[in-house]
Structure formats: C-alpha cells, structure tokens
C-alpha cells in the first residue's frame, strides 16, 4: 500500500516553454501533498505543501507564479512549471500523506520527475 | 530555524559490516522518519517513530526516537551490496500541515 506515482519520470523542453508534473497516490486518499526539489548530492527542499481543494502553502523564496500548485482531488496534484528556463533544471518529487491512518506525517514519495530545460 | 544534523556524511564499510547512522535537532521533535533514496528515485520510507524511547526494527534495520525526543539513530545490522543509498532521516516538530524537515543524507556504499 501507500504507493505514489508521478508523470513523466523525464522531460526536455526548450526554455519558455511550460511544463506539469502529475503526482497520484494509487491507493490511499491523501489529505496533503508535497513538492520537492532536489539538487545533486543535496537533500529534498520543500517548495509547496497543497491540500485537497485549497491554495498551495509556498515555502520562503519559492515563487507561486513560477510553480503554479493545484490539488484537484483527494488523488491527484499537479505542479506546473511556467516559463521554464534552464536554472529550473532539477529532480522534482512528490509526497503524500495519508488522510485516514492517522499516522499523517509519514510521507510516501513518488520516483520523482527529472527536468531538464534547455 | 528547525534544524537537522545527520552524520556520518558517508560511509564506506565492508560487506558483512553493521552501520550506525544519527541525527540530532537543535529542538524537540515529535516524529522521526528514515528514508532511503536510491539514484533517480524518490525516498523510501523505513521506519517511522512516534515515541520517545521507541525502538523500532524493521528487517536488519533498527532505529530509536531519542529520549530527549532531540535524536534519532538508525542501524543496519549485517550490510549488503543492495543497503548502498542515501539514507535519510526527517522529523516533525509538530506543524499542523505535516511538514518534515529533511537531514542532508548520509551515503552508504558497500564493498562487496
């Protein structure tokens, strides 16, 4: 159980362009959903955390209109790069938290999304 | 700021061998997590811990919420070449979103 996928694993794209991420848990409803960045050889920088049909919470310096956040549903959130460029090149990954277990801080993460601007 | 510090950075054993991993706050934490994160894949959660003193096993991996509820170890006993990854540790001080503050990962390799 607790198994979180995202959509695509890569993409290329050419700067200025715009570009979604999907993260889905397969089989649990997640009350909150996360978005990560992530540096090689660095560990994960929260950027968002989006509940099921509110506004996403954006961390410090992270810009909203850059990455525009929207938890559609209990399953499913998307994180869109607007007008990427190419220092928006990093691993994206999602996490999930489950609504109902009550053990709502473990996060289950997706297999992340590698995005290279050029 | 809510920070972690987990050491060792990295680790080079010997297949066979038991690792010892830590990671300390600077405040009170309410739960401790231990991810490991293979190249090119999100983390995996381990063990989770949610009580002070708790020690919690999982396969060859131990790993204990410190009393003090400021630490968490992780230990993996009799290493295999499949244990090389990033491990991971992250806690909650108590945020009502949920929201873990992640450790900078400690690489393990393996010599088989």
């Known amino acids: 159980g607790a198994v979180v996928s995202q959509h695509p694993s890569r993409v290329i794209c050419k700067s200025g362009t715009s570009v979604k991420i999907e993260c889905r848990s397969l089989d649990f409803q997640a009350t909150t959903m996360f978005w990560y960045r992530q540096f090689p050889k660095k560990s994960l920088m929260l950027m968002a955390t989006s509940n099921e049909g509110s506004k996403a919470t954006y961390e410090q310096g992270v810009e909203k209109d850059k990455f525009l956040i929207n938890h559609a549903s209990l399953t499913l959130s998307t994180l869109t790069v607007t007008s990427a460029h190419p220092e928006d090149s990093s691993f994206y990954i999602c996490?999930?938290?489950?609504?109902?277990?009550?053990?709502?801080?473990?996060?289950?993460f997706g297999p992340g999304t590698r995005l290279t601007v050029l | 700021g809510q920070q972690l510090n987990q050491s060792p950075q990295s680790m080079f054993i010997q297949e066979g061998e038991d690792v010892s991993m830590n990671c300390t706050s600077s405040?009170?934490?309410?739960?401790w997590l231990w991810y490991k994160q293979d190249p090119g894949e999100g983390p995996v959660l381990l063990i989770a811990l949610y009580k002070a003193g708790e020690l919690t096993s999982n396969g060859r991996l131990t790993a204990q919420f410190g009393i003090t509820r400021k630490d968490s170890f992780l230990n993996i006993s009799a290493s295999i070449p499949s244990d090389v990854g990033i491990y991971f540790c992250a806690g909650n001080y108590g945020g009502s979103q949920g929201n873990l503050i992640f450790g900078k990962g400690t690489k393990l390799s393996v010599k088989p």
């Open positions: 405040s009170i934490f309410n739960t």
């Open positions: 996490s999930a938290s489950e609504l109902t277990s009550g053990r709502n801080y473990e996060q289950f």
